[in-house]
């Protein structure tokens, strides 16, 4: 349906003024932006947050924890390792080498082989080798190992040359290791020594599963003081946090309350100003119109034409005031939008633009058709009353279509003039006069709908607002 007010600038059915088809469009508004930024803060939502984090903070230090535990427990199985071997060299070994066994005596292998099977092979050493200097296995608990000739390692040849116990995890992957089963062993040398001074390597592997089992209980009492410790800490923070939130939500209910009281103030004080301008000066005004058309008449009947010639100027002055003063009050406080509905209140800010050197043509859909909210409306209200503002400021003269109409699940506000048009750059650098750009903006930002505009140095001029019913807050 349209809504044609008595205004001879406003037609049922308009041409709209033509515009650089090319232009191409811009989007002002940021709705999406906005809306993220205006999420309200929910405390379950921070709970949930707050328990995400802790899971993944005990995840972490789980990873972590575990890589301290293994690598501390490697470092101490090591150690003990190096231990074990100086004592049983000093107390075994030692005390079973002869000149015979680095000669690679027979009887002599077979009595130290029984000594170290006996006295040092178990759970704790599963490998026993003796080296000379140059590589030959001089023994082995493997016997497959005795005679043989290995390159030493750097390590093996360091311990020989600056007499040290050395420890390491062993990968098995020396040819000297062909024999050996399992991944990884503890694998310690040291040099050993013959009555006659002749220097052997004494090497010994022991299981990695003491690495393994001593990594468990690391990991065991770490895990425990660790988890007993932000449990605590959760509980010394729940009750503080909750209170936060508690207060949080206060405040936002409060500054909800305070921002709709804000709005209702700003309402009753518009419709204040609305009601004494038209009960008070513009009634004056009224009445003194009157009485100069009044005198005027009288003073022509009286044959004085320069006194009513006066007074009938001061009359039309009086009621360019008056008309003037009523468009501001359309301005200042619609009170069709309310009654009436948008489609006559549309109707009216067209009617009070013929003053300001604009022809407005109308055309509106049945708000029945449309599914806008009180609030909805407004937006609209107030988008096309700032369109025309502007046009009456930097466009005007010229012709100003508006139009109203539900397109798909949307609803479109189309403003459109044939002015000179203007650059869109000024939309990101606001000059002086320009300003109110930033205001349509904010507008359509604040209420989460689409604000677009297509304009260009002498193209017209043509605004877009895109809102889809029920949307807008």
């Not at 932006?33 to 995400?52: E, G, I, K, N, Y």
């Not at 000739?149 to 007499?163: G, I, V």
């Not at 946090?241 to 409060?254: F, I």
Request: charged share 20%; net charge negative; hydrophobic share 45%.
């Amino acid at each position: 349906m349209t809504t044609t007010p008595s205004s001879q600038t406003v037609s049922a059915h308009p041409s709209p003024p033509e515009t650089a088809a090319a232009v191409p469009w811009v989007t002002v508004s940021r709705p999406a932006v906005q809306a993220a930024t205006d999420a309200p803060v929910r405390p379950r939502r921070v709970l949930l947050q707050l328990v995400a984090g802790l899971v993944a903070v005990l995840a972490v230090v789980g990873v972590l924890g575990s890589l301290a535990a293994q690598r501390l427990a490697e470092r101490e199985a090591v150690n003990d390792a190096a231990n074990t071997a100086d004592v049983l060299a000093e107390a075994v070994i030692s005390p079973a080498l002869s000149d015979a066994l680095a000669d690679g005596d027979a009887a002599t292998v077979a009595a130290f082989d029984a000594t170290v099977r006996e006295r040092v092979l178990g759970p704790r050493i599963v490998r026993v080798k003796l080296w000379s200097p140059d590589g030959r296995v001089v023994y082995a608990d493997e016997p497959q190992l005795v005679g043989r000739t290995f390159p030493l390692s750097e390590d093996q040849r360091a311990a020989l040359a600056h007499p040290q116990t050395k420890a390491e995890v062993s990968h098995l992957d020396g040819s000297e290791n062909q024999f050996e089963t399992g991944g990884r062993l503890l694998e310690v040398y040291r040099p050993v020594w013959t009555p006659d001074g002749r220097q052997l390597l004494f090497e010994t592997y022991s299981p990695y599963d003491s690495v393994q089992q001593r990594s468990s209980q690391l990991w065991r009492g770490f895990s425990g003081v660790t988890l007993s410790s932000l449990l605590l800490l959760v509980v010394l923070m729940a009750p503080i946090l909750w209170r936060l939130l508690r207060r949080l939500a206060d405040a936002q209910r409060h500054r909800e309350r305070l921002l709709e009281r804000t709005v209702a103030a700003s309402d009753a004080e518009r419709r204040r100003i609305a009601g004494t301008l038209h009960d008070g000066p513009v009634q004056d005004l009224v009445a003194s119109a009157f009485v100069a058309a009044g005198a005027a008449a009288r003073a022509e009947s009286a044959g004085d034409a320069r006194t009513a010639g006066e007074l009938q100027g001061l009359a039309a002055s009086v009621r360019g005031n008056i008309r003037v003063l009523r468009s501001l009050l359309v301005d200042i406080y619609p009170p069709s939008l309310a009654g009436a509905g948008l489609g006559t209140a549309l109707a009216d800010l067209a009617e009070s633009a013929t003053g300001r050197g604009l022809a407005v043509q109308l055309d509106t859909d049945s708000e029945r058709d449309l599914g806008l909210s009180e609030s909805e409306e407004r937006l609209v209200y107030g988008v096309a009353q700032e369109c025309l503002r502007n046009a009456a400021k930097h466009a005007a003269p010229c012709t100003v279509s508006v139009s109203l109409a539900r397109d798909g699940g949307e609803v479109v506000l189309d403003v459109v003039d044939d002015g000179p048009g203007f650059d869109t750059a000024l939309l990101q650098r606001p000059v002086d006069g320009h300003f109110g750009l930033r205001v349509l903006a904010d507008l359509a930002t604040d209420a989460g709908a689409t604000l677009q505009v297509a304009s260009a140095p002498g193209a017209g001029t043509h605004w877009r607002l895109a809102l889809v019913p029920g949307g807008v807050a």
